[in-house]
């Protein structure tokens, strides 16, 4: 999933730096500052490329977030109601998934788990501030009362 929404934000982005001086008109049209045409640009890049990498997944898709907002509803709802906000809309789905469960298991930031950073079992999840992947606590420190695996 990351690196399907990593890409066609991605691929959003250039496309926006390839075309920006139309860009920044139609961003005059909605009363936005040229400035924020390149603002936008960058975030879909950048924001694309933290997510297919797996480096600050969840801040990445926060910001996205923000934006798929925006032109959902300064764009898209405002030219044709929510049925002209389909694809954003999943767009949308698929950065709060992110926010919700993070890089994953295969992510560049090192973090393997959602409970700590030395799990990498695939089983993971937290009971009683122990991970029941590893049985470490939250700072990676195993557990005295959980059982070596």
């Known amino acids: 999933m990351r690196l399907l929404v990593g890409a066609f934000f ?3 982005g250039v496309t926006k730096f390839q075309h920006m001086d139309g ?7 909605l009363g936005f500052a040229p400035y924020l045409a390149y603002a936008t640009a960058v975030v879909e890049v950048g ?6 990498l797996g480096l600050f997944t969840k ?7 923000v934006l798929l907002l925006v032109i959902i509803f300064k764009v898209r709802v405002p030219a044709g109601g929510l049925k002209s906000a389909e694809l954003e809309i999943m767009y949308l789905a698929s950065t709060l998934g992110l926010m919700l469960i993070g ?17 990498a079992s695939g089983v993971c999840g937290c009971s009683n501030g ?14 005295p009362q959980e059982k070596s695996m």
């Open 10 to 12: 991605i691929l959003h």
């Open 23 to 29: 860009i920044i008109a139609f961003f005059g049209t």
């Open 47 to 52: 924001g694309g490329a933290f997510i297919i």
């Open 59 to 65: 801040k990445a898709s926060f910001v996205l977030s």
């Open 103 to 119: 890089g994953g298991r295969y992510a560049l930031s090192g973090k393997k788990c959602g409970c700590c950073n030395t799990c």
């Open 130 to 143: 122990t991970c029941t992947g590893c049985g470490c606590s939250p700072t990676g420190e195993k557990m």
